[in-house]
């Protein structure tokens, strides 16, 4: 049963006490992702984030599919069980992540506008604000990403960029799936450190480092985008615990209600390979990475080989999914 994470009020505490001495522009851009996070609706996600397979190429999204559910999103979700990446991409544990979305309008602070490339096109923009284990604090990555609505593809050479071939050399995707990515755009969350890393390395090393740091909150929004359109799969809100809140110090931001994705299901064993209808207030679990079946034009529906039940955790390893009518 996916559980109430509380992450997004512990990186609000975290990001407000952090110190920023001679940094006015990191002090703007955490200032900034506060804001953000006080507004967002929270999803809970399974581990790591991944709803989707990652190793294969996703299916082409139409229209505003990227766009988000609502004005501001806060996925969060843990990533203790994540697959490695070798080399220097694998430097830092970070077991608590939160994927931060919300739709671009040009509202930078001014130190961060300062560097910032124009964004003339309408898209979304994902900063991924990690707990860093070893440090004891939550810290957003320095760059944040800009995806189009569009999605337009990636740059032919996208491949070649140091941390994805290191990822196709660990299998975490195949060089297919690398090759058929989209483009990305840089948006400056920490302006004093993307500029002090520009002058020890060269702006090409920190894009490339920053890109791979919001790599995994950039696909965990995208595999919730894709989900969203499938007709079999609703986000349902779970009420943050009123006991806890009232024994909460006022001081502190309060516990968030949160959406957990859910499919309708019915039975407890049917078949593999086996679809069905049931009813819409029938039994339903909570997603697990699965695979999407275009039924046709108008109808994507979501499979899921391992859907973990609500009731006692019953886990039933069948194609088992409902339509919606």
Sequence with gaps: MIRALNYTPKAIESLRSHPCPGAPGVRQGMDYLIRKLEQAEVFVLPDNGQLMDRAKPRADLPGMALKPPFEVVALEYSALNGVP??????AETASRRISLAWE???DLPPLLAAIAPPIDEPGVVIASITYFDRQNLWMP???AAFVPFDGGPAPADAVNLDFVKAMVA???????SAETGMSLGFIPIMPEAVMAGAQRQGIDKVLNDISADVMD???AYID???VLLCKNVRAERQPASAALNRARNKSRPPLRDFHILTIDGHGEGEGSGEAFSGPRNGPRSHLRRGHIRRLDASRV?????TMVRGRGGFVDKAYS???RS
């Design 170 to 176: 660990d299998r975490r995707v195949t060089r297919k």
């Design 301 to 305: 529906t979501w499979v899921n080989a």
């Design 321 to 323: 999914v409902g339509a």
């Design 104 to 106: 671009w309008r040009d």
């Design 141 to 143: 990555i320095a760059g």
């Design 224 to 226: 919730l985008c894709h």
């Design 85 to 90: 990446c070798g080399g220097e991409y694998n």
């Design 217 to 219: 909150e950039v696909c």
